[in-house]
Protein backbone atom coordinates (compact mmCIF):
# COMPACT_ATOMS: atom_id res chain seq x y z
CA UNK A 1 0.00 0.00 0.00
CA UNK A 2 2.59 2.68 -1.05
CA UNK A 3 0.49 5.88 -1.06
CA UNK A 4 4.12 8.42 -1.87
CA UNK A 5 3.14 12.10 -3.26
CA UNK A 6 4.89 12.64 -6.15
CA UNK A 7 7.56 15.34 -5.51
CA UNK A 8 8.81 16.63 -8.84
CA UNK A 9 11.34 18.43 -6.93
CA UNK A 10 13.41 15.83 -6.29
CA UNK A 11 14.48 15.01 -9.75
CA UNK A 12 17.69 16.01 -10.34
CA UNK A 13 17.92 18.75 -13.07
CA UNK A 14 18.98 18.09 -16.68
CA UNK A 15 21.78 19.69 -18.09
CA UNK A 16 21.60 20.33 -21.42
CA UNK A 17 24.13 22.17 -23.71
CA UNK A 18 23.22 25.51 -24.20
CA UNK A 19 24.44 28.25 -26.69
CA UNK A 20 25.72 31.31 -24.65
CA UNK A 21 27.71 34.13 -25.56
CA UNK A 22 30.71 34.78 -23.19
CA UNK A 23 32.83 37.45 -22.73
CA UNK A 24 36.39 37.75 -24.42
CA UNK A 25 37.83 39.93 -21.48
CA UNK A 26 39.43 36.75 -19.25
CA UNK A 27 38.77 39.02 -16.08
CA UNK A 28 34.98 39.19 -16.93
CA UNK A 29 32.79 36.85 -16.31
CA UNK A 30 29.76 37.80 -18.12
CA UNK A 31 27.98 35.63 -20.23
CA UNK A 32 24.18 35.66 -21.60
CA UNK A 33 22.14 33.29 -23.19
CA UNK A 34 21.89 33.14 -26.98
CA UNK A 35 18.68 34.31 -26.97
CA UNK A 36 19.55 37.31 -24.92
CA UNK A 37 22.20 38.20 -26.37
CA UNK A 38 21.95 41.75 -27.70
CA UNK A 39 22.29 41.76 -31.25
CA UNK A 40 25.77 43.31 -31.49
CA UNK A 41 27.08 40.53 -29.30
CA UNK A 42 28.09 43.54 -27.11
CA UNK A 43 29.45 42.14 -22.91
CA UNK A 44 26.57 43.95 -21.08
CA UNK A 45 29.18 44.76 -18.51
CA UNK A 46 32.23 46.11 -20.37
CA UNK A 47 30.84 46.42 -23.70
CA UNK A 48 33.63 44.17 -25.55
CA UNK A 49 32.70 41.32 -27.83
CA UNK A 50 31.23 38.57 -27.09
CA UNK A 51 32.28 35.15 -28.00
CA UNK A 52 29.81 32.15 -28.62
CA UNK A 53 30.51 28.86 -26.71
CA UNK A 54 28.60 26.42 -24.95
CA UNK A 55 27.43 25.81 -21.49
CA UNK A 56 25.63 23.31 -19.71
CA UNK A 57 22.66 24.77 -17.92
CA UNK A 58 19.92 23.15 -16.34
CA UNK A 59 16.79 22.57 -18.15
CA UNK A 60 13.62 24.02 -16.99
CA UNK A 61 11.58 21.36 -17.34
CA UNK A 62 7.63 21.59 -17.76
CA UNK A 63 5.56 20.08 -15.37
CA UNK A 64 3.75 16.99 -16.17
CA UNK A 65 0.46 16.87 -16.83
CA UNK A 66 -0.54 13.39 -16.97
CA UNK A 67 -3.26 12.37 -14.44
CA UNK A 68 -3.24 8.77 -14.43
CA UNK A 69 -4.63 7.69 -10.76
CA UNK A 70 -6.75 5.02 -12.39
CA UNK A 71 -6.36 1.85 -9.50
CA UNK A 72 -7.51 -1.37 -10.32
ZN1 LIG B 1 32.58 41.70 -20.33
Not at 5 to 33: D, F, G, H, N
Amino acid sequence: MADQPLTEEQASPVLEPTPIYRCKQPECKAWVREEYASEDKACPLCKEPMARSIKHLPVVQKPKRKRSSKKS
